[in-house]
């Protein structure tokens, strides 16, 4: 397993590019399921967890190609497909519940281990298999797997979600395209994911109305055509380069991104003391000084991103001041602190608040990546510690970021990919 070798100082100065959100795509990837034939999915991250969610329909019966250099993936779609997704893809990705929705409206039954994923929380399924038994679908959970039937066709159903989560969402609208009749999703998502995925889904054929907004209405249609789409920007990794250019007090133009779907972020930076300019095609983050300490309270989209939450608190970690972060959504997303405080953050948790008070400088030390975005915060605390820190299981930051390290040089940064040292230290002594 490799390793990210990182010695801090340097500031972030250039331009990087973003590609389509990972969020977006291994999603796009299960929509595909819902037509036979050709589609084609471009703006396509070189990541991890592409490779695993084509290595899972691909199991389910479709052919999978994957131009990298290019970004596209080609799916296709066969008319018989497999019901089954296995334990040993499921667990190393939590997005493969996304084939949930598709099967049980192709076959009228899916059969999909309970997933793993980050280690982020309990991130239940109640209300995806909620809203599929409204639709009139049969739903047991045996031996580490649920068992989704629906003999009949699914049928059109008033769905109002307890919370407005991304993954129940996606299953709903997915089970919903081909229901018999008309599906309401009350208080849906509105992540600009959701809005990807169902503009991709209109474009197969579907009947959507709401889009963007928190009631979806989706008229059943009797079936979907394959289509091309280009995914959206992946706003969390445009959001972290942010964060590089204000943590290293650096200046980042980041380009092919929105910077509309990253609103409160950007403000915050801008209260901690950057300056942020947009342009059609994406926006720039420069830094001059020391930053201030920001409060962050998680919320759903339009709220400020659970997903930055460990990023910003790199951020205050070497702000001047004490700030106030508060986690909503998932309740073990602060593990990662421990990592930081051996990089000698001072951080304080009080439930699902974080209470960090600024220090001048952090010190380089080995760390371990438990997730993504906590071992991409580890990686931008790394640029700003005195000395060597060493990330380790940085197979977690392969899952999402696309060619991060070369990225990462190119605007200037002291990082290298090595192996692992056998003491999770520095190999240097
Ligand atoms: C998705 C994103 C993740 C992001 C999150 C933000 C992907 C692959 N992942 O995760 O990066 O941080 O949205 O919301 O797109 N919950 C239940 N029951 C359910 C569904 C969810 O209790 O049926 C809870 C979860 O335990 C969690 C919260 O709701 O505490 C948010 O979950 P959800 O919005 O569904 O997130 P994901 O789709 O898992």
């Known amino acids: 397993m490799d390793a990210f070798r990182i010695r801090g100082g340097a500031p972030l100065v250039g331009e990087v590019r973003v590609r389509g959100a990972k ?31 084509g290595q899972l329909i691909g199991r389910l019966g479709a052919t999978v190609a994957f131009d990298r250099a290019a970004g596209r993936l080609d799916i296709d779609v066969p008319a018989e497909l497999e019901q089954r997704a ?49 639709m009139g679908a049969k739903v047991t959970s045996q031996h580490g797997y649920v068992l989704a039937s629906a003999p009949e066709r699914l049928r059109g159903a008033n769905i109002w979600l307890d919370f407005p989560s991304v993954g129940a969402t996606e299953t709903l609208l997915m089970a919903a395209v081909t229901a018999d009749g008309t599906t309401v999703v009350d208080n849906a998502a509105r992540e600009p994911e959701i809005v990807d995925i169902c503009r991709m889904l209109v474009a197969m054929g ?69 300056e942020v300019s947009t342009e059609s095609d994406g926006f720039r983050v420069r830094m001059g000084d020391r930053p201030a300490s ?18 910003f608190i790199a951020l205050n970690a070497v702000a001047g001041g004490v700030s106030m972060v508060t986690e909503n959504l998932f309740e073990s997303r602060f593990k ?4 930081l405080v051996r990089l000698g953050a001072d951080v304080r948790i009080e439930g699902h608040h974080a209470l960090v008070t600024g220090r001048e400088r952090l010190s380089g030390a080995p760390v371990v990546a438990t997730d993504i975005r906590a071992g991409a915060s580890l990686v931008l605390a790394g640029l ?30 002291d990082i290298e990919r090595i192996p692992t ?9």
Request: proline share 6%.
């Open 23 to 53: 969020n977006s795509v291994l999603k796009l990837m299960a929509v595909a399921l819902l037509a036979e034939g050709r589609t084609t999915i471009t703006n396509v991250p070189d990541i991890m967890d592409v490779d695993t969610m």
């Open 86 to 134: 296995d334990y040993d893809l499921v667990r190393q990705m939590r997005a493969s519940i996304s084939v949930l929705g598709p099967l049980i409206a192709r076959l009228g039954v899916a059969d999909i281990a309970l997933p793993g994923g980050d280690a982020i929380g309990s991130r239940g399924l109640d209300m995806h298999l909620a809203g599929l038994e409204l």
């Open 206 to 274: 579907a009947g959507i109305d709401g889009i963007g907004t928190s009631t979806l209405i989706v008229t059943g249609v009797p079936e979907l055509s394959p289509t091309t789409h280009h995914v959206v920007p992946d706003r969390i990794v445009a959001g972290t380069w942010a964060v590089g250019a204000a943590i290293t007090q650096g200046d980042v133009w980041i380009r092919d991104a929105v910077s509309s779907h990253l609103d409160i972020a950007l403000g915050k930076l801008t209260a901690a003391g950057a």
């Open 294 to 311: 920001v409060d962050i309270v998680t919320l759903p989209y339009p709220g400020f991103a659970t997903d930055l939450q460990p990023q």
């Open 336 to 339: 990662f602190v421990n990592e």
């Open 384 to 413: 700003v510690a005195e000395g060597e820190t060493i990330v380790s299981e940085v197979h977690h930051i392969d899952r999402g970021y696309d060619s991060f390290i070369p990225d990462l040089q190119r605007l200037g940064a």
């Open 421 to 429: 040292p056998a003491d999770g230290g520095s190999p240097l002594g």
